[in-house]
């Protein structure tokens, strides 16, 4: 491919940004890349007002697996290299363009354990201790050593195959911008993601009694490789890239990324997608996140034919949280996941009724139930209605709430933990309500712990599924495919609380969220499975035998047909023996992107 230069935000010396230099495949011959990239850049540099050495703004060679390095430039150097390398586009690119696309293992798949050792990379996450994950912590904590610029090296050797689940992780932040110099997960996210792609099998697992059962994830006996390269502010695009050229390197099987951007951008524009290519040419396939920006149509993230992008679908089991009130009248709302049990009936108040007027609060503001909006002599050991679902109801807490009742037209499908119970009902049920508490002078409430029930309709893909076509080559259908993605159970830090909020308490080794960061992965593990009953195949024989054994989805539930769930939803023990695969390699992608030219 030919050469590129992505602009990344950052930029401390002066008027210097950095930049990606993307320059397709390694040279040829006994050339040394990281010469070859300190020679570009002091020749880019030469001018009578700088006599610095280039390598003081050389950041990063990637010369593991394709060509290209991460430099301070300024404009003028940029276009010099652009017009005197022929490169074919210089543009800027901010650091969060990417981010984890997230909001257990569900009995959809039950499938076999694989002898095989197939090594499969999670670009994201990284792991927590226990999770069903066969970590041994002192081992893992022997492999981390430190690198005088501050970033963590791993040396991919001495640790022993049989004996461990991950073989290996490292962390990025080549602008230096990271939280803690760890690869270890302190989000949740990426063990999330991890244990659900090749987590063993666990018995007894749940969220706090919550969708119990046993955990496992696609395909158990394989292992993990884990490139951390997402902070608190998002994903750098040098991070990216780094962690591809180490993973196609280190000689992985599947990658899985559960990262996406914001927005869609050119095959080559778009650093996931030269990242994708390369794993490709090498043999290996890369399972995306699809976005969680649906149901637009045309909003699909990541959609390049060499990957496997996927949506999300629901699975068979929802969620249900109950209120009670006084009156005996019940409602019931989808969207809370309430691990809490609170004995007998509470006193129940509406929140615009009990303003904080000493910190200038009124009744029209305090029926929103912000933070510091509430009396808490009025509000503490009662349940509040509120007139918005907002903060997680971290202001009905604050001021020393039992729990809240709040309202939700929007958000279906999905369930979210919260710090306190909180059932999260229609406008019409929160209205009768507040009718109940101007009934009585002694309104009273109970909220009841989550249960499970059967969701009738499902699969089908949720609302917030990125939808496709692919939006720079729209004759492309997307996603590729659904995979479950919503309400599913999987293996979750201990660093943190469930929630992060003060004064939850919570710790969890598992935990129930959605996004298509939790399809994907479903999809890396089937890839994983089908790959070790044919390890010869190519990314493109993996992709198809995934989608022509694809189970129909029902039009009545998806609209949107296949621009929601592309081939269907996802069925491994098809996928395993398709007997028919369509073909594809390296030359038919150029191809098709010269193509487009």
């Known amino acids: 491919m ?45 001018s009578p007002a700088v006599n610095s050495s280039a390598s003081e703004y050389l950041l990063h060679s990637y010369k593991r697996s394709f060509n290209g390095f991460v430099a301070k430039l300024t404009e003028e150097e940029s276009k010099k290299l652009s017009t005197w ?24 798949f039950p499938w076999n354990l694989i002898e095989q050792l197939l090594k499969v990379t999670l670009l994201l996450g990284c792991w927590t201790l226990g999770s069903g994950l066969s970590l041994i912590v002192s081992v893992m904590k022997a492999l981390v050593h430190h690198h005088p610029n501050g970033r963590a090296l791993v040396n991919p050797h001495p640790i022993s195959l049989a004996t461990s689940k991950i073989i290996g992780a490292k962390y990025y932040g080549l602008d230096g911008r990271i939280d803690s110099p760890s690869p270890r997960d302190y989000s949740g996210h990426g063990t999330h993601t991890a244990s659900t792609a090749v987590g063993n099998v666990v018995s007894g697992a749940s969220l706090l009694g919550l969708g119990a059962g046993t955990a496992r994830g696609g395909t158990p006996s394989a292992r993990i490789a884990v490139y951390k390269i997402c902070w608190g502010d998002g994903c750098s695009d040098a991070d990216i890239l780094a962690a591809f050229d180490d993973a196609i390197a280190d000689g992985v099987d599947i990658i899985s990324l559960s990262v996406g951007g914001f927005s869609a951008l ?33 909003s699909i993230v990541n959609f390049s034919p060499w990957s496997l992008s996927v949506a999300a679908s629901v699975i068979d089991r929802k969620f249900e949280t109950l209120l009670q009130l006084g009156n005996n009248q019940t409602y019931e709302g989808e969207l809370p996941l309430n691990t809490f049990e609170m004995n007998g009936m509470v006193p129940l108040i509406y929140g615009g009724d009990a303003p904080n007027t000493s910190a200038g609060s009124d009744a029209e503001y305090a029926r929103y139930c912000y933070e510091g909006s509430l009396n808490k002599s009025l509000v503490s050991g009662k349940i509040v209605l509120c007139d918005q679902l907002s903060d997680l109801g971290v202001g009905a807490m604050s001021a020393g709430a039992l729990g809240t009742v709040m309202p939700n037209d ?36 109970n909220i009841q712990k989550t249960r499970e029930a059967k969701n009738e309709l499902a699969p089908y893909v949720v609302w917030f599924s990125s939808r496709g076509p692919n939006p720079i ?63 010869t195949w190519s990314p493109a024989a993996i992709k198809s035998a995934l989608m022509t054994t694809a189970t129909p989805m029902n039009p009545k539930t998806n609209t949107d047909l296949e621009f929601a769930y592309g081939a269907g939803q996802l069925n491994p023990l098809q996928a395993a023996n398709p007997g028919l695969v369509y073909d594809a390699e390296e030359a038919d992608y150029i191809k098709f992107v010269w193509a487009r030219l």
């Open 410 to 445: 929007v958000y279906t499908d999905v369930s979210f933990v919260f710090p306190l119970p909180i059932p999260v009902l229609d406008s019409n049920s929160t209205s009768k309500v507040h009718e109940y508490i101007n009934s009585t002078s002694t309104p009273t409430a």
């Open 473 to 535: 080559t729209t004759d492309i259908l997307n996603p590729d495919i659904a995979a479950p993605g919503v309400n599913i159970l999987a293996a979750w830090t201990e660093a943190y609380s469930l929630t992060g909020v003060r004064g939850d308490n919570r710790v969890v080794p598992y935990n129930i969220i959605s996004g298509t960061s939790m399809a994907c992965p479903h999809a890396s593990g089937a890839a994983a499975y089908v790959k070790s009953f044919n390890p």
């Open 266 to 298: 050119d095959y080559f524009e778009d650093s996931i997608a030269i990242g994708a290519f390369h794993s490709m040419k090498n043999g290996v396939l890369t399972s995306n996140a699809g976005g969680n920006r649906g149901p637009v149509n045309a």
């Open 2 to 46: 030919g050469n590129l230069i992505i602009g990344c935000s950052g930029g401390t010396h002066k008027d210097r940004k950095e930049y990606i230099v993307y320059m397709g495949d390694l040279p040829k011959g006994q050339v040394s890349a990281s010469s070859l990239h300190a020679n570009l850049l002091q020749e880019a540099k030469k």
């Open 85 to 108: 390398m022929g490169l074919c586009l210089c543009f800027q690119m901010e650091r969060s363009n990417s981010s984890p696309q997230g909001h257990g293992t569900s009995s959809a």
